[in-house]
């Protein structure tokens, strides 16, 4: 097991679990990704803190302490990506993950595919933030373009006339690029306080949204809709034609 | 009967009737309960008889009954013709060891003395200890006839005994002027005081109608006319003569009257108490049983009816003709009406709780379990008989009650059993069919780990694919499980809420099968923001059943469109086409039955559950949507399912 943390990045695996702990290991190792691994919440937080890796796949379900616990703690130090994996489907247990600061979620079982789709999303946003620091006037995913300096949106370099809501939104999750954010933290960064009854209300405004700035309504490709939890906008690669 | 008691405490029997010496036997008895310890139970039996019986006498027979209560006795009433044979009975039956009597003549009226009594029942009931109390004060008992005075009634009858009389003389004037003899006269007289006696009521009037028949007699007829003197000697004999039988007709008349009335009234309580119990049979609800209680007991007592329901917040008023209905159902009244209900005892007007309510109550109940509570709007005295009756009907009401009670019980264990039953008969398939592809899974697994070098590359990848298509189909399976165990309790489990379709149709596609891209998925936009009011993982479960199952069906390359619209109703309505070989008309009706696979060539494995087009049907059921298979033109399937649609008011 490589635990130094050299050029690529290292992903922190927490699974009780055996053999799924071995297939998260074998299916990163066979893409070329350092892990390391921790099978209860205790062992988590000292990988966690020792080798402070740049990904943690969390499962909810452990022996010894909840994973919502493990998150906070984390969180008190670090802002690392963690992705919660569940085999609850109930959808509170994973809103209350996102809410304590998860930035993405998975349900088992899942496939392969999806555990690799999520660290993709994740790293890349991980490299993107490094870059840019979250605080730039302009950001980009794919042939959308918001610059939050002059309040202007532009699809395929024309303007698309947004209402302020609809601005407001575009922009908490264009900062929050491959996060997931929950319908009430959508709901609290635009309205300023949560009311379920502003559920139907954000959904209207996420549906006029996208109908401005998806090319294929059948088929988004910036904001993906977590249906019941909330909404993740996800970074395109940059023109494509 | 529980023979400790029999022996400890004497079971004592006393006969309740209507004669003024009863109260000292009743005494005597009570008297006796106290020193023995005894139990007392007070009987009335009630013979067809009695029913003729005077207003004086009624009411002496519920003071006696009332000092029976208070005296500590459980009252009961049997009808019976034969007193000696019907007491014997009940002794016998309720396991009496005293019987206490009167030695009066009078005590069973005039049939039978008490002597006969003694003997009869030393007869029929040999084990039973008799005590005779003596009761020589009221040797002679008479029965008194007697219609209370009443001011009003006196005047009406007056005035029509006038008009009768007035009528008698005119028809008299015409007799003489036929010449027909005084006696045809004086007969007359007497047939219009037999018509008073009819047409009013109450001695007086008759009485004077007798005397006044005469002296218009006298008056008109008798020599010298026009004058109250008469000639000859006999004539004093004549009037004598002429009031007595007018009198004794008139009474007799004015008797027979009021005995049919009685034995109306009589018959029209007892028929309630009859057509109650036969309603109580037909009907089969609670509801039903409490409104026929209530309409009943407002036949029978002409008062306003109040019915609380258990469990009921709102109590069901049944008014009698005018009664005015206000602050019968005040916040004291329910009070009351809550205290009955929670300890059975009668309370309100006239009983020691509350006495000065409106409404007096009493308890529905069998054992401890009140099926309800009873408020009257006491107006007028209820005497015993009406009372008798009244919890007659309360006691059937509550017979009743307890049986549809008994019944649901019933109902509810078989369906429950019945529900185990299916559940079992599920487990059983389910978990046969997970053999088939568990097996699969675990052999090549255990080939691919034991000797991988055996087997070729190909062979390996396509072990591989055998594996993944095994364990994608019990990841369907589990789905669809956790559905049905979420859909077990009805619409308890759901959480609802309020979904764009078009997000829930985003969300199926991504779960679907992933052979997704060997097919031609397409979703017509539907270009309005379709809100559905729905458990959207429920619903992209049945989205996911449906389009699988439609790519189970169809070959590789086959188009299946989806399209969401707003259907008429309220109802957003979703359908998804596929052009695939379709499914025949017999098979269309069993395609949403729990365990239907249709036989058709398939392109894929022939393995299928048969859950999930079942579940489809479940899950758009509890959603009070609608399911349908129909044909598409040239060919395939087109299954159609409605949701609850859902306004949305935008907060700008």
Redesign the interface.
């Given at each position: 097991m490589n635990k130094e943390k050299s050029n690529g990045v290292l992903i922190l695996i927490v699974e009780d679990d055996l053999p799924v702990r071995n297939l998260i290991r074998t299916t990163l190792e066979a893409h070329g990704i350092k892990n390391i691994w921790a099978k209860n919440g205790a062992q988590a937080i000292l990988e966690a803190s020792t080798y402070n890796p740049d990904v943690v796949l969390l499962d909810l379900g452990l022996p010894d302490i909840d994973g919502n616990e493990i998150i906070k703690k984390i969180r008190t130090w670090s802002d690392m990506p963690i992705i919660v994996i569940s085999a609850r489907?109930d959808?509170a247990d994973k809103i209350e993950a996102l809410d304590n600061g998860a930035d993405d979620y998975m349900i088992k079982?899942f496939?392969v595919e999806e555990l690799l789709a999520r660290i993709r999303v994740t790293i890349r946003r991980l490299q993107t933030s490094k870059q840019e620091n979250g605080k730039e006037a302009v950001i980009t995913s794919g042939n959308l373009k918001i610059d939050m300096g002059s309040g202007c949106v532009w699809v395929d370099d024309i303007e698309v006339h947004l209402?302020p809501?609809e601005y407001k939104l575009l922009c908490v999750l264009a900062r929050n690029m491959g996060k997931v954010l929950t319908q009430k933290y959508l709901i609290e960064q635009v309205?300023g306080v949560y009311s379920s009854?502003?559920?139907?209300?954000l959904?209207?405004f996420m549906?006029?949204l996208r109908k401005k700035i998806e090319p294929d309504?059948?088929?988004?490709i910036y904001i993906q809709?977590h249906?019941?939890i909330g909404y993740r906008m996800l970074r395109q690669p940059e023109q494509v034609k | 009967m529980d023979d400790i008691s029999s022996v400890d405490s004497p079971r004592i029997l006393v006969g309740v009737s209507s004669s003024p010496s009863n109260e000292k036997i009743i005494r005597a008895a009570a008297h006796l309960m106290e020193m023995t310890g005894g139990v007392l139970t007070a009987l009335y039996i009630s013979a067809k008889a009695d029913s003729f019986k005077s207003i004086e006498d009624r009411s002496r027979l519920d003071s006696n009954i009332n000092l029976a209560k208070r005296l500590g006795a459980s009252v009961e009433t049997v009808f019976a013709e034969d007193v000696a044979l019907q007491m014997a009975e009940y002794a016998n039956e309720s396991g009496t060891d005293i019987i206490v009597i009167g030695n009066s003549p009078a005590h069973s009226g005039f049939l039978i003395n008490t002597s006969n009594l003694v003997v009869r029942l030393s007869e029929l009931a040999p084990g039973l200890e008799i005590y005779v109390v003596p009761e020589s004060a009221f040797s002679k008992y008479v029965r008194p006839h007697f219609i209370p005075f009443s001011g009003k009634n006196f005047l009406r009858g007056m005035m029509k005994s006038f008009a009768v009389l007035t009528v008698a003389s005119l028809i008299g004037m015409l007799f003489q002027l036929s010449g027909f003899s005084d006696v045809n006269i004086i007969t007359l007289y007497i047939l219009g005081v037999l018509a008073i006696s009819i047409i009013t009521e109450g001695y007086s009037v008759i009485f004077i109608s007798s005397i006044l028949g005469v002296f218009v007699f006298n008056f008109l007829f008798m020599e010298p006319r026009y004058t109250l003197f008469t000639f000859r000697n006999d004539y004093p004999v004549t009037f004598a003569v002429m009031f007595i039988s007018a009198m004794v007709t008139g009474s007799l008349a004015s008797r027979l009257k009021y005995n049919t009335k009685k034995s109306a009234e009589y018959a029209y309580r007892t028929k309630i108490l009859l057509e109650a119990s036969r309603l109580f049979q037909k009907s089969d609800s609670e509801g039903e049983i409490l409104k026929i209680t209530a309409e009943q007991l407002r036949n029978l007592l002409k008062q306003t009816i109040v019915i609380y329901a258990p469990e009921e917040k709102n109590p069901e008023i049944y008014i009698y003709k005018n009664d005015t209905s206000e602050d019968l159902l005040s916040d004291e009244e329910r009070k009351i009406a809550k205290s009955v209900m929670d300890d059975m005892h009668c309370a309100g007007r006239g009983t020691k709780r509350f006495p000065d309510a409106k409404c007096r109550y009493y308890s529905i109940r069998i054992g401890n379990h009140v099926y309800g509570v009873v408020g009257i709007y006491v107006t007028t005295d209820i005497d015993n008989f009406e009372l008798e009756i009244m919890l007659s009907i309360l006691g059937e009401c509550a017979i009743a009650m307890d049986n549809l009670h008994n019944i649901r019980k019933k109902e509810e264990a078989l369906q429950r059993a019945d529900k185990e039953r299916t559940r079992a008969n599920i487990i059983r398939s389910i978990s046969h069919d997970l053999r088939t592809p568990l097996t699969s899974i675990s052999g090549h697994a255990s080939n691919l780990y034991y000797d991988p070098e055996r087997f070729e590359e190909t062979e390996k990848k396509k072990m591989a694919a055998d594996i993944y298509d095994d364990s994608m189909w019990l990841i369907e399976l589990v789905e669809n499980l956790l559905s049905a165990s979420k859909m077990e309790d009805g619409q308890i489990n759901l959480s609802m809420t309020d979904e764009l379709m078009d997000d829930i149709l985003e969300e199926a596609l991504i779960h679907v099968s992933r052979r997704k891209s060997e097919y031609d998925i397409t979703v017509v936009p539907s270009g309005k923001l379709l809100f559905v009011h729905v458990d959207t993982h429920l619903i992209v479960q049945l989205l996911i059943n449906i389009i699988n199952n439609a790519m189970k069906y169809s070959k590789i390359g086959s188009k299946i469109t989806i399209r969401s619209e707003l259907s008429g109703d309220g109802m957003v309505k979703t359908e998804i086409y596929d052009n695939g070989p379709g499914i025949s008309d017999d098979a269309k009706k069993h395609i949403f039955e729990m365990y239907y696979t249709e036989n058709r060539v398939s392109s894929d494995s022939s393995r299928s559950m048969g859950l999930g087009l079942a579940i489809c049907k479940s899950i758009v059921e509890l959603h009070n949507g609608n399911i349908d298979v129909r044909d598409n033109l040239p060919h395939g399937t087109i299954i159609s399912f409605t949701l609850p649609g859902k306004e949305i008011e935008l907060n700008e």
């Open positions: 489907t959808d079982p496939s209402t809501n309205w009854s502003e559920i139907p209300s959904r209207v549906a006029t309504s059948g088929n988004s809709t249906i019941g | -």
